[in-house]
């Protein structure tokens, strides 16, 4: 099983980035995948996922800024960020849970992106 993040970096306030969570070793439409993101000194924080029929769920702070979709032909899950505040800086995760809805235990994960949001 792994979980590949992708597409962090260095954004201005109020820039855009869009990460990517490339699956493999699974059945991807068994899963729901999570994005995570844990800031320095602070405790992991769940902030999205995407369930198996495509449903979808944004936590507060994110909600109207950040959208999850997901891509099965290519295994993949998407997190789009738009304008992007200093207090989204972090290190972002995406794991995956076996069944059909978004929970709070995940069964694997992925080594994370770097995601900063500075001027």
């Known amino acids: 099983v792994q979980l590949v993040e992708s597409g962090g970096g260095l954004v201005q306030p109020g820039g855009s980035l869009k990460l990517s969570c490339s699956a493999s070793g699974f059945t991807f439409d068994d899963y729901a995948i999570g994005w995570f993101r844990q800031a320095p000194g602070k405790a992991r924080e769940h902030i999205a996922c995407?369930?198996?029929?495509?449903?979808?769920f944004l936590s507060t702070p994110v909600s109207g800024r950040f959208t999850i979709h997901k891509d099965r032909a290519k295994t993949t899950v998407y997190l789009q960020m738009d304008n992007l505040r200093s207090d989204d800086t972090g290190k972002y995760f995406c794991?995956?849970?076996?069944?059909?809805?978004?929970?709070?235990?995940?069964?694997?994960w992925g080594q994370g992106t770097q995601v900063t949001v500075s001027s």
């Open positions: 995407i369930n198996d029929n495509g449903g979808t």
């Open positions: 794991a995956a849970v076996r069944g059909p809805y978004c929970q709070d235990d995940y069964d694997y």
